[in-house]
């Protein structure tokens, strides 16, 4: 019963903004490292911005640095991820992700991407954000 449920994608105009948000239920999301993901037709799935619940700092892939924010609000069980500056190339199906295990930041989402539906604890099922004028 316990899954993560993202939500906010659409289409927005390239430099546009969005805020995609994923609800947990059936857990504490606070007890989890979060992160975020993308896949985006015809390539391999890769780590956005990953969180550790008691970590100030996050790790961020180069591509999204200064314009992607992860955050959290762990009192809803949810978590957040802001776009700002999109770029057609941010077009991807996003996905939400909670893990127990204890690794870094950058660690969390290099496990994400190599390992998968096997390297997270519970996957959402993803959003679609489309960037085109």
């Known amino acids: 019963q316990a899954q993560l449920v993202e939500s906010g994608g659409g289409l927005v105009q390239p430099g546009g903004s969005l805020r995609l948000s994923c609800v947990a239920s059936g857990f504490i999301l606070r007890d989890y490292a979060v992160g975020w993901f993308r896949q985006a037709p015809g390539k391999a799935r890769e780590g956005i911005s990953c969180?550790?619940?008691?970590?100030?700092?996050?790790y961020y892939r180069d591509s999204v640095k200064g314009r992607f924010t992860i955050s959290r609000d762990n009192a809803k069980n949810m978590a957040y991820l802001t776009m700002n500056n999109l770029k057609p190339e941010d077009t991807a199906v996003y996905y939400c992700?909670?893990?127990?295990?204890?690794?870094?930041?950058?660690?969390?989402?290099?496990?994400?991407?190599?390992?998968?539906?096997?390297?997270?604890?519970?996957w959402g099922k993803g959003t679609l954000v489309t960037v085109s004028s």
């Open positions: 969180h550790e619940s008691s970590d100030i700092t996050a």
């Open positions: 992700a909670a893990l127990a295990q204890k690794l870094g930041d950058q660690q969390m989402c290099v496990q994400g991407e190599r390992r998968g539906e096997s390297g997270m604890d519970f």
